[in-house]
């Protein structure tokens, strides 16, 4: 059983930074960023494979944030950077202890646990 608890969202004005972490209890194979604002669905933002440290960013916020891992806390991280208000949404950690497909990795059927998510407010 793996549990993931997210921390770190909050309240920025554009331009801004902030980072989340999330806090992984149990082996996961990757870990991946998603959010979800009000009407629309759950997008995958950032993934990273914990074995080797492969990471993949959506199209949407390639060049803005950055996902990494520290292996030895257990911790896994996304660096959000020139934020947008389109960037507004709960933002959530999800794993998967199974094997993740490449091609899969932003969709949400690929991954069995989900932490309880953290709200990002980004204001124009």
């Known amino acids: 059983q793996v549990q993931l608890v997210e921390s770190g969202g909050g309240s920025v004005q554009a331009g801004g930074s902030l980072k989340l972490s999330c806090a992984v209890s149990?082996?996961?194979?990757?870990v991946t960023w998603f959010r979800q604002a009000p009407g629309r669905e759950r997008e995958g933002v950032a993934v990273i494979y914990t074995g080797g440290g492969l990471t993949s960013e959506a199209d949407s916020v390639k060049g803005r944030f950055t996902v990494s891992q520290n292996s030895a806390k257990n911790m896994v991280y996304l660096q959000m950077e020139n934020l947008k208000p389109e960037d507004s949404a709960i933002y959530y950690c999800?794993?998967?202890?199974?094997?993740?497909?490449?091609?899969?990795?932003?969709?949400?059927?690929?991954?069995?646990?989900w932490g309880q998510g953290t709200q990002v407010t980004v204001s124009s």
């Open positions: 999800a794993a998967n202890d199974e094997r993740v497909v490449w091609i899969a990795w932003s969709s949400p059927a690929s991954y069995k646990y």
């Open positions: 149990g082996y996961c194979y990757a």
